[in-house]
């Protein structure tokens, strides 16, 4: 078997949207990423596993620049040709294009509406029937809508963890982003929540473009296109999913995806 196996979605046809090259990250002296070099295909869902402290979070938060003030990055982040790991880049523009949604539902001490209005309102959209309209085609999105639509006033607070967790896709996807990066977005979530969150990322793939850090190896194979596979700092293998789960090429990541790993 091989020791690594990177594929190269573009000389496989695929149309990329974000693309790392030599990118290393240190907090302090510790290198925690070396050489994360992988290609994100357009409207597509890429899932990054591997161990825990492999390597997959700091390589998400590297990506829209969340890494800036706890850790050194280093290398090129290509988006739509350019790169944004660059100290001109305006970070803030830069995330309404790649957002994020984190682990534990984050929902802001403030209304429904308000929770997805905030963001806007922020970036200079005042008119009332505009609001109103995102707020209700990011909740929809989110397959949130049917659920809150009486209730938007109501502080989302009082949300179910499952829904909370929709509300942040909603207020994420609210600012018309392109890529949505996803850390462990299940994990606070019981069975139920996540099977109805992975079917909205399944529908979300049709607008935005998607990377997902999961633990769940059947969550990686239910919904994700590609799959790369993280360990001590690298990316070992970077495939189709099925091929991933099904004919991996490197001992490690067979290992690791059947279940014998550690
Ligand atoms: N803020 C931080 N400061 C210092 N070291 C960190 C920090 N965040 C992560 N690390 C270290 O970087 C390495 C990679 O951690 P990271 O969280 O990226 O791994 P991971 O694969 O996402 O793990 P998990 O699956 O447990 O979330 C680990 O050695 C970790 O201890």
């Known amino acids: 078997m091989q020791e690594r196996h990177v594929t190269q979605l573009s000389a496989v046809g695929e149309e990329i949207i974000l693309s790392t090259r030599n990118l290393h990250v240190f907090y302090g002296q510790h290198e925690a990423l070396f050489e994360g070099d992988l290609e994100f295909a357009n409207h597509k869902i890429t899932a990054l596993i591997g161990p825990s402290g492999s390597g997959k979070s700091t390589f998400l938060r590297s990506l829209n620049r969340m890494n800036d003030r706890i850790a050194t990055v280093t290398g090129e982040i290509m988006y739509r040709g350019v790169d944004v790991n660059q100290p001109a880049i305006d970070v803030y523009e830069m995330r309404r294009r790649v957002g994020m949604v984190f682990q534990r539902p984050n929902p802001f001490a403030k209304s429904i509406y308000d929770n997805i209005a905030f963001a806007l309102q922020l970036r200079g959209v005042t008119d009332r029937h ?89 969550q990686a194979a239910r919904i994700s296109d590609y799959t790369a596979f993280f360990n001590a700092g690298r990316v070992l293998e970077y495939d189709t999913t099925s091929q991933i789960f099904t004919n991996p090429q490197v001992k490690i990541t067979s290992d690791y995806v059947s279940g014998n790993f550690g």
């Open 130 to 218: 505009q609001l109103d309209e995102i707020v209700e085609t990011s909740l929809k999105q989110a397959a949130l809508w049917e659920q809150v639509k009486d209730d938007l006033n109501k502080s989302a607070l009082a949300l179910s963890g499952g829904q909370a967790q929709r509300l942040c896709i909603a207020r994420a996807i609210a600012v018309k982003p392109d890529i949505l990066l996803l850390d462990e977005p299940a994990s606070a979530l019981d069975p139920v929540s996540t099977s109805q969150l992975e079917d909205t990322l399944l529908d979300l793939k049709q607008k935005y473009t998607i990377i997902i850090v999961t633990h769940n190896m059947q």
